[in-house]
C-alpha cells in the first residue's frame, strides 16, 4: 500500500490494537479551547458540537469555604470554553473521515514504523493473519503517550522532559441532575475535587487520590463523603447524588519530548507530550499540534516549500511549554502535597487569594484556561 501522510493513531491514546467502538466509547476530557471549537468548525466537523456542547463562560474555584468566579469574557476580550467529550470528538472526526472516503484501519496489531531517515518511511502491521506494508512520503506519530512512534526514533536524538505528581484522580460519571451551571475546581485540606459534566442528566467528578490507588478501594459511601467534604464548604450548596455507573484512576504527569521530529516522523499530541488534566489542555493541545503540521505539509505538497514542516517541531513546541506550564501551576495550585509542609501549603493559599482578588493574575488565569490565540 502507498500514500502521502501515514497516521499511526485514530484518537484517544494508545488505540492502536483496539475496536472503533471501544475508542470512541473511551471516557476522556470535555473542555475545548475557542481555538479547537473554531479549528473543528472550519474543518466541517463542527456542527453536533455546536448543537449539543455546552458554552461556559467562566470556573469557580473553591477554597477556604468560599466560592469565587472566575469570568471568561470580561478577561478574555469575549473568549469561552465549549464542554463537549473528546470521544465524541472522535465520533464525529471518524464518521466525517469514512464520509470523505478516507481510508480508516481499526483493529490493526504490532504496528511498527520503519526507514524514517529516508525519502520513503513505511508503517507495518498486522491486520488478521495478514502483514501489510504502508510506504509513505511522511508519518504522522499521533499514537498516544504509550504508543509506537515516538520509542522509534533512537534515543540519542530524543529529550525526554517529565515530571510525575504524587497524587492522582479519581474519576466518577455519575446519572444525576447537574449542581452547578459550570465547572468547580476545589482546594480542600483533603485534598483536590472537580465538578465536571456531560450532559445535563450525566455528570462528571474527580477526586485527588492516592497515585496508586485501585477502583476496589472507593466504595460508593467513601466517594460521596470525600466529594461532599471537599465541595460543600461554600455556604449553602449541596452537591446531586446519583447511581455511579463508572469508575477510573488517573495518573498524573507532565511530560515532553524534543524535538517533535525525526527525518519524515512527526509527533503530534500525547505521542510528544502530556499535560496533568487540571488545565484541561490535552486535546487541546493535540488539536494545536495537528493544526500546525497539516498546513506543513499541505504547503509542502502544494509548492514543495519544506521550510514550514523544519518549523513544525520549534513552532508547536512553544505552545506545548506553554500549556505544560499552566497545566503545572493548576496542578500545583489545586492539590494537596502531603509531603510538602505547612509553610507550602499557606503560600497555596496565598496565591489562590491572589488569583480571585487580582484582575492580572485572575486575567493570567482565564486566557490559558480559554486558550491563547492560535498562530
Ligand atoms: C472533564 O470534564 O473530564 C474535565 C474537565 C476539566 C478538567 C479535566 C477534566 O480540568
Known amino acids: ?3 502521502s501522510v501515514g497516521i499511526v493513531g485514530a484518537g484517544p491514546a494508545g488505540l492502536l490494537p483496539r475496536s472503533r467502538q471501544e475508542i470512541e466509547a473511551t471516557i476522556r476530557a470535555g473542555v475545548l479551547e475557542q481555538g479547537t471549537v473554531d479549528l473543528l468548525k472550519q474543518s466541517g466537523v463542527g456542527s453536533r458540537m455546536q448543537r449539543e456542547g455546552f458554552v461556559h463562560h467562566g470556573i469557580y474555584l473553591r477554597f477556604a469555604r468560599a466560592s469565587h468566579r472566575i469570568d471568561f469574557p470580561s478577561l478574555t476580550g469575549g473568549r469561552a470554553i465549549t464542554v463537549y467529550a473528546q470521544h ?14 478516507g481510508k ?19 508503517v507495518r502491521f498486522r491486520q488478521g493473519s495478514k502483514i501489510e506494508e504502508l510506504e509513505c512520503d511522511f508519518i504522522a506519530g499521533c499514537d498516544g503517550f504509550h504508543g509506537i512512534t515516538r520509542p522509534s526514533i533512537p534515543s540519542r536524538m530524543r529529550h525526554e522532559f517529565t515530571r510525575v505528581y504524587p497524587f492522582g484522580w479519581f474519576g466518577i460519571l455519575v446519572e444525576a441532575p447537574s449542581s452547578t451551571d459550570e465547572l468547580i475546581y476545589a482546594h480542600h485540606e483533603r485534598g483536590f475535587a472537580l465538578v465536571s459534566t456531560r450532559s445535563p442528566q450525566i455528570q462528571r467528578l474527580y477526586l485527588q487520590c492516592d497515585p496508586d490507588d485501585e477502583v476496589k478501594n472507593w466504595p460508593d459511601g467513601r466517594i460521596w463523603e470525600e466529594l461532599h467534604a471537599r465541595l460543600e464548604s461554600a455556604e449553602g450548596w449541596r452537591l446531586a447524588e446519583g447511581r455511579i455507573f463508572q469508575k477510573s484512576v488517573i495518573a498524573m504527569r507532565s511530560f515532553v519530548v524534543e524535538p517533535l521530529r525525526y527525518g ?8 510528544a507530550h502530556i ?3 487540571t488545565g484541561a489542555k490535552g486535546l487541546n493541545l493535540a488539536a494545536a499540534d495537528v493544526r500546525v503540521l497539516s498546513k506543513a505539509l499541505a504547503s ?22 506553554r500549556a505544560e506550564h499552566f497545566s503545572w501551576w493548576m496542578t500545583s495550585l489545586l492539590h494537596r502535597f502531603h509531603d510538602e509542609t505547612p509553610f507550602h501549603h499557606r503560600l497555596q493559599l496565598a496565591e489562590l487569594d491572589y488569583v480571585v482578588s487580582s484582575r492580572a493574575k485572575a486575567q493570567t488565569l482565564a486566557e490559558n484556561y480559554v486558550g491563547l490565540p492560535l498562530d
Open 1 to 3: 500500500m502507498r500514500t
Open 300 to 321: 509542502f505538497y502544494k509548492t514543495r516549500a519544506e521550510q514550514p514542516l523544519k518549523n513544525y517541531s520549534a513552532t508547536a513546541l512553544r505552545r506545548v511549554w
Open 264 to 271: 519524515r516522523l512527526f509527533l503530534a499530541g500525547d505521542a
Open 88 to 101: 465524541e470528538v472522535i465520533k464525529d472526526l471518524v464518521a466525517a473521515r469514512l464520509e470523505a472516503q
Open 104 to 122: 480508516l484501519l481499526f483493529e490493526v496489531k504490532d504496528a511498527a514504523v520503519y526507514d524514517l531517515d529516508t525519502q520513503a518511511p513505511k
Open 275 to 277: 499535560v496533568p488534566p
